[in-house]
């Protein structure tokens, strides 16, 4: 989301849908909602709530001033076909904390504006997936999410040690957790959990405590994740913390598993999930595909590697014949998919004779080191360590490594950028079988 976008508080409408009742109402883009039912607008939650009854008299201000009062007759819950500038018809809540691994606070100076804001709205969480801590809210925020019946909500708990999480997130309202999640069971509002694990901090007996409190919020809990802490190399004057090893990270996930059984048999869900990246630094095998249990967790990292390997060999096998191809790639990736990478390679090359591909793990030096996911990867890391590779037709990126709907990477270079430097295609592909498998059958 545009940071411009979201300090902007009018209502202006930027798309009508295609044979939406907007459209059919006459509301064009520039247009500003004023109203609803007499009821100003305060923000996105209250728009889906107040156009909800099946009749509306929607007031709107022309691009002329002209005010019209609309009245409109539609179907319960049917929505009017609006999107706006500002998609929260309100300013973003930035986050109060101060945690102890935020990794907004390691990014180097100089970087986008709206890289280094911290969100902390329920109304992302809603609207987007965003994860919240719950630190900034009231009570009245609380009693809104419940009002409006707002689910599922993703929260950043980390631990369920009132004085643990005050001291992880460096603020005085966290301990109160555990109170607001009740509450959220009582009102039956659905909830998936995160936990940034910190080694040493809130793992081992804690994350065990942590996983007992949750799983006994169950059915409104749904789910938890568990990802370790990232750490950039520009953690200057910040809390001393130990990155997580093989060993430790075995540890982990032998916990992990040692509660997915438990609660398999207590609740009938596993509940908890580890992140690919704990398996990526053991070199354990992936969990088999329905371990995942539908991947409730899939845009934190969790099962991410295995739904594409399993859409991968799906596209595989609807493929009678081998397809000849006389194409070079590289495929670029971070270090912690280049083993799982490497795999899918040879699944491919399989299939299609005289197809060369090969797996390039890029290091991040940007960042340092220990960010090992290709989402955070940079043009300038991709031109370096990519510039010896000569007469090839093309270099494969995953999306992720770039901005949302743009081509533009997280250090502000572009594709055209690195083109231009490598004198090669860069080709960004969806984390997707289909879309992998048919670059080549294009090719």
């Known amino acids: 989301m545009e940071l ?12 009508v849908l295609k044979g939406s009742i907007a459209e059919e109402m006459g509301i064009e883009p520039k247009d500003i909602l004023l109203s609803i039912n007499g009821q100003k607008v305060k923000d996105i939650i209250d728009y889906k ?34 999107e706006f500038t500002n998609p929260l018809i309100d300013k973003a809540r930035s986050c109060r904390n101060k945690c102890i691994f935020c990794f907004i606070d390691q990014l180097p100076p100089n970087m986008r504006e709206t890289l280094y804001f911290k969100d902390d709205d329920s109304r992302l969480s809603f609207l987007q997936g965003n994860f919240i801590t719950l630190t900034n809210m009231n009570d009245e925020d609380i009693d809104r999410i419940i009002k409006y019946r707002l689910s ?15 001291k992880m997130l460096n603020n005085k309202n966290a301990g109160k957790i555990l109170s607001i999640l009740q509450r959220f069971k009582e009102a039956d509002i659905k909830v998936n959990c995160q936990i940034v694990l910190v080694p040493q901090i809130n ?14 919020l169950y059915p409104s809990v749904e789910s938890v994740a568990v990802v370790p802490v990232g750490l950039t190399r520009y953690r200057d004057n910040l809390h001393r913390i130990i990155p997580f090893n093989k060993e430790s990270a075995l540890g982990i996930l032998n916990l992990i598993r040692n509660e997915q059984n438990k609660l398999k048999n207590e609740i009938g869900t596993r509940f908890v999930f580890a992140s690919d990246e704990f398996y990526a630094l053991t070199d354990e095998p992936l969990p088999n595909y329905e371990e995942y249990e539908g991947f409730p967790q899939l845009e934190n990292g969790v099962g991410l590697l295995k739904t594409f390997e399993h859409s991968i060999d799906g ?23 280049e083993g799982f990478m490497n795999r899918i390679k040879n699944k491919i090359m399989e299939k299609f004779i005289g197809l060369e591909l090969k797996v390039v793990a890029i290091e991040n030096k940007f960042f340092g080191r220990s960010i090992t996911v290709s989402g955070l990867i940079t043009g300038q890391d991709i031109v370096s360590q990519l510039k010896g590779y000569k007469y090839i037709d093309g270099i494969i990126i995953p999306k992720s490594m770039l901005r949302a709907e743009s081509n533009i990477f997280l250090d502000d270079l572009t594709i055209e950028d690195i083109e231009k430097r490598l004198k090669v295609k860069i080709i960004p592909v969806e984390v997707s079988g289909k879309d992998f498998v048919n670059l080549f059958k294009r090719n």
């Open 4 to 15: 411009k976008k979201i300090y902007d508080y009018r209502n202006i409408v930027e798309r």
């Open 49 to 82: 709530y107040l156009i909800s009854d099946d009749y509306v008299e929607v007031e709107i201000e022309k691009k002329d001033g002209e005010v019209w009062i609309l009245e409109i007759e539609k179907n319960y819950d049917e929505d009017l076909g609006i």
């Open 152 to 166: 599922p909500i993703n929260i950043s708990v980390h631990t369920t040690n009132p004085e643990l999480r005050v």
């Open 203 to 216: 793992d081992g007996k804690e994350l065990e405590r942590t996983l007992t409190d949750l799983s006994s």
């Open 315 to 337: 596209e595989l096998d609807k493929i009678d014949e081998k397809f000849f191809s006389n194409k070079k790639y590289i495929i670029a990736t971070g270090t912690l998919a």
